[in-house]
Structures are given as structure tokens and as C-alpha cells.
């Protein structure tokens, strides 16, 4: 079955680094995403990264894929307060279209 | 940098009332999508929509939704007898050919009374 599942919260202080991780069920993902959620707004892409890989590195992202553990984390070095939001992780699979998304974890973080 | 975007921002409508969701996809993408949040849970796809027509429904897109893409720029999602539970988050996406990522609206937040 398609599942995906993140922790709902984390909490980190201003200039910590944040690890947010998932975990999937589904063994035929294409590409992993991360997307980020402000207040009142849409989905905004972040990064993703193609299933046979195990890393990418974006500026202050860094996705790790673990995929025999079907774990997948986004760290965000150097957190801001601008970094609060609600970060999802999606899975994109072979033969459809449609993504698949985690519950979204809160990142909160305080001065 | 070209956006997805989204009319209403917010719709509140009463219970059998029908409603449209618009959506603007960027403009040389061929690929459109709706998904939705309910309150509190995950982002649950809708219906995927290509060359003119639906490529893929959920279980949740039953016969009281429908889609269009009236013209060269518009797609739009209608609910023709809302129930409450159709109260949510509607998010409209699309995609390249030949991309993998989604780009997504920021959504019209549906309430149902």
C-alpha cells in the first residue's frame, strides 16, 4: 500500500541545524520530494531527489535517501526563524502521476 | 518566475450548493492536478488531467466532481452538490512534460455550511 508518515512537530533554536525525517511504504517511487507550507500558503517545492540516489545537497538542504530502510530526511542547516512552516515529504511512484503525501511536520523555531 | 495561481482564496458556500475552483496552471505546462487537505490531515490527490482529458482519479473524485480546461488557461475543478465533509484545502498543481515536479497553486480553502 502507499503510505507515507512524517513526526508532526519539531522545535529547534535559530542557527541549530534541523532534521526532518519519512518514512514510505512503497517500493516503486520514482522521486522523493520535500515541500514547504507557510501560513496561508500553497506548497512551495523545495528540493527532491531521484530514487536511485542517496544524497543531494542544496545550498543549506540536504536530503539523505536511505532506500532499503524506505527513510528519507531533509536537513536544513543553519536554521532561521524563516524556516517555520510545515515541511511535507511526498512520493511520486512509477505508473502514475499522482503524489503521495506525508501528514507534514511543524518546524518551529525560536530565538 | 511563473506561478500556479488560484481564484477564490476563500469560498464559503452552503451544503448542495455547486462550486468552481479555478486555477490557472503556468503557462507551457501540459500536465494539471487537484488535491486537497481536509483540516488537519494529509494532502490527498484528486484527478490528474492531460491532453484534454483525465488521466487518473482517486476513489475520492466521484461522480459529483468534474473538471474542465475551458480554455487555453484555465482549469477548473466543479463540485456540483457540496456536502460538508467537502469542506478543505484545494490545491491545483502542474507539471512539464518531461519534468517529474509538480508545481503547486496556493490553494482555495473550501468551507461547506
Known amino acids: 500500500g502507499e503510505d507515507v508518515e512524517q513526526s508532526l512537530f519539531l522545535s529547534v533554536r535559530e542557527g541549530d541545524s534541523s532534521v526532518i525525517n519519512c518514512t514510505y511504504t512503497d517500493s516503486s517511487s520514482t522521486y522523493l520530494y520535500w515541500y514547504k507550507q507557510e501560513p496561508g500558503a500553497g506548497l512551495q517545492l523545495l528540493t527532491y531527489?531521484?530514487?536511485?540516489?542517496d544524497m543531494k545537497q542544496d545550498q543549506r538542504l540536504t536530503v539523505l535517501l536511505n532506500k532499503k530502510d524506505k527513510h528519507l530526511s531533509l536537513r536544513i542547516a543553519d536554521t532561521q526563524t524563516g524556516d517555520s512552516a510545515i515541511y511535507f515529504c511526498?512520493?511520486?511512484?512509477?505508473?502514475?502521476?499522482?503524489?503521495?503525501f506525508g501528514t507534514g511536520t511543524r518546524l518551529q523555531v525560536f530565538p | 518566475e511563473p506561478e500556479v495561481t488560484q481564484t477564490p482564496s476563500h469560498q464559503v458556500t452552503q451544503m448542495g450548493q455547486e462550486v468552481i475552483l479555478r486555477c490557472v496552471p503556468i503557462?507551457?505546462?501540459?500536465?494539471f492536478y487537484w488535491y486537497r487537505q481536509i483540516l488537519g490531515q494529509k494532502v490527498e490527490f484528486l484527478v490528474s488531467?492531460?491532453?484534454?482529458?483525465?488521466?487518473?482519479k482517486s476513489e475520492i473524485f466521484d461522480d459529483q466532481f468534474s473538471v474542465e480546461r475551458p480554455d487555453g488557461s484555465n482549469f477548473t475543478l466543479k463540485i456540483r452538490s457540496t456536502k460538508l465533509e467537502d469542506s478543505a484545502m484545494y490545491f491545483c498543481?502542474?507539471?512539464?512534460?518531461?519534468?517529474?515536479?509538480?508545481?503547486f497553486g496556493p490553494g482555495t480553502r473550501l468551507l461547506v455550511l
Open positions: 503557462s507551457n505546462h501540459l500536465y
Open positions: 531527489i531521484f530514487s536511485n540516489m
Open positions: 511526498a512520493e511520486g511512484l512509477h505508473n502514475t502521476d499522482k503524489l503521495i
Open positions: 498543481a502542474s507539471h512539464q512534460a518531461g519534468e517529474e515536479t509538480q508545481y
Open positions: 488531467f492531460y491532453n484534454n482529458e483525465i488521466s487518473e
